[in-house]
T-cell receptor
Framework: GEQVEQRPPHLSVREGDSAIIICTYT??????FSWYKQEAGAGLQLLMS?????DRKEEQGLTVLLNKKDKRLSLNLTAAHPGDSAVYFC????????????FGSGTRLLVSP | EAAVTQSPRNKVTVTGGNVTLSCRQT?????MYWYRQDTGHGLRLIHY???????QIGDVPDGYKATRTTQEDFFLLLELASPSQTSLYFC??????????FGPGTRLTVL
């Protein structure tokens, strides 16, 4: 079955720096990719999702890159601020509808002033 | 307005106790899920459902039952709770696009 590795597990950056989180997956049939943010004491919140026909997507200071050849998905927070401090998860699925979304193990991001 | 709600938010029970966790979604989604989140394991899928009366087994189903009574309501049942089931439980819903919308979580402690 699909395996997802996420790194780094912990990331600390200064305000204004960029933060990059990477996930690698194993199933070449994976078609749907998402990033979630979990703030302390809360559930996961969907940040952005892309289909496999998209290489790059930017929204509100976030950039998602998809390299299908290397089976690598990344999230880049440009100009991070303290409010971005949270745990981030990638998620992948076959895109066939509904179930069996596989989550990465999470990256705890700390943005210091 | 929260689209996925869970109750209770916190629950303490004893070993062997009977616990029901509730989840309601107002997204009109067909799919609903129960996950547990533990340090070092990330999110693990317990059970999921694609409609009222339907139940599918997830990756870590042992010790858990679930029931989907309506499109909106999905319940997780622990009939003989054990300390290994101490965890943070999340419910989520999704449509066919697989973007999942999570509830705020229930923290369960089994003494």
């Amino acid at each position: 079955g699909e395996q997802v590795e996420q790194r780094p597990p912990h990331l600390s950056v200064r305000e204004g720096d960029s933060a990059i989180i990477i996930c690698t997956y194993t199933d070449s049939a994976t078609a749907y990719f998402s990033w979630y943010k979990q703030e302390a004491g809360a559930g996961l919140q969907l940040l952005m999702s892309v289909l496999s026909n998209v290489d790059r997507k930017e929204e509100q200071g976030l950039t998602v890159l998809l390299n299908k050849k290397d089976k690598r998905l990344s999230l880049n927070l440009t100009a991070a601020h303290p409010g971005d401090s949270a745990v981030y998860f990638c998620a992948v699925s076959a895109g066939t509808g509904g179930y069996k979304v596989v989550f990465g193990s999470g990256t705890r991001l700390l943005v210091s002033p | 307005e929260a689209a996925v709600t869970q109750s209770p938010r916190n629950k303490v029970t004893v070993t062997g106790g009977n616990v029901t966790l509730s989840c309601r979604q107002t997204n009109s989604h067909n799919y609903m899920y129960w996950y547990r989140q533990d340090t070092g394991h990330g999110l693990r899928l317990i059970h999921y459902s694609y409609g009222a009366g339907n139940l599918q087994i997830g990756d870590v189903p042992d010790g858990y039952k679930a029931t989907r009574t309506t499109q909106e309501d999905f319940f997780l049942l622990l009939e003989l709770a054990s300390p290994s089931q101490t965890s943070l439980y999340f419910c989520a819903s999704s449509d066919y696009r697989e973007e999942q919308y999570f509830g705020p979580g229930t923290r369960l402690t089994v003494l």
